[in-house]
């Protein structure tokens, strides 16, 4: 099995060096495609108004100043000789579950794997505001190949990516993986900050304060919060087949 890795944490990320552990478990041919600085948050983006730049580090490893989204598709058309057998994703530096979703680079990167035709998983791990070099990424470690050979032998559809979110706790007690839906419940605790620059200028900084702990049951989140590595399909047609058809029969009928 041929595998293809990318994160948007950048390529010396924590995550990234456990993410080839996992994937030196499962083939011996891993090939790493990375952005060269951290790219969180950039979402399903790709860079249009400057030159990409690749660096190879060594036989089967680049660097690109890029997103996750232009490192798969360096990789696949440009830098690889054959196309992966799969895509893996991360290890993110904290989890991707329920409207993190739609901002993640490390999503990113399994997305545009699956656009490229390939089955392709994002990996997380939940740092609960610990700082990377703290977490316990023993436990993906530990943990994804055995889960990701599963998921293998089950499959799933070429238009499904899969979302993977481990606890932030020692492999021991680090609870079973269970299938859930990403939650859509407002959760995150938003913390805008003003600030003042050097020249007495107003600036802001995004970022949060953690999670609401009242997820819905079965969500992304609730597994998280209660030590369960999370399983979810995400489905890259957004369209809502309910809606499509009312719209339909009520357009008709005006």
């Given amino acids: 099995m041929r595998i293809l890795l990318t994160n948007d944490d950048g390529i010396n990320a924590a995550g990234f060096g456990a993410l080839q ?33 690749c660096r190879k580090l060594n036989e089967r490893m680049y660097s690109v100043r890029g997103t996750p989204t232009d490192c798969a598709i360096m990789a696949v058309h440009n830098l690889m000789p054959h196309k992966p057998d799969l895509v893996l994703s991360g290890i993110n530096h904290g989890e991707n579950a329920g409207g993190d979703v739609t901002y993640s680079g490390t999503i990113a990167g399994a997305i545009e794997g699956t656009l ?39 499959g799933w559809p070429a238009n499904v990516l899969i ?50 702990k009242n997820a819905p049951e079965g969500t ?27 719209l339909a029969r009520d357009l008709a009928a005006t």
Wanted: net charge negative; with cysteine.
């Fill in 116 to 154: 490229l035709g390939v089955p392709s998983i994002a990996l997380s791990l939940s740092l609960g505001g610990r700082k990377p070099s703290t977490g316990h990424w023993d436990t993906p470690i530990a943990h994804a190949p055995a889960l990701i050979r599963r998921l293998i032998a089950a």
């Fill in 220 to 246: 992304d989140i609730w597994a998280i919060q209660r030590g369960h590595i999370s399983v979810t399909p995400l489905h890259l047609d957004l369209t809502h087949d309910a809606t499509a058809a009312k």
């Fill in 163 to 212: 979302n993977l979110n481990f606890p932030d706790l020692p492999p021991g007690e680090t609870l079973a993986a269970v299938v859930t839906r990403q939650s859509i419940h407002e959760d995150t605790l938003w913390n805008i900050q003003d600030r003042t620059d050097g020249r007495g200028q107003p600036y802001f900084w995004v970022g949060y304060e953690g999670r609401d």
């Fill in 21 to 53: 552990q996992v994937a030196a478990a499962l083939s011996d041919e891993v090939w790493c495609v990375a952005p060269e600085s951290d790219q969180s948050g950039t979402a399903h983006s790709l860079t249009l108004h400057e030159p990409l730049r």
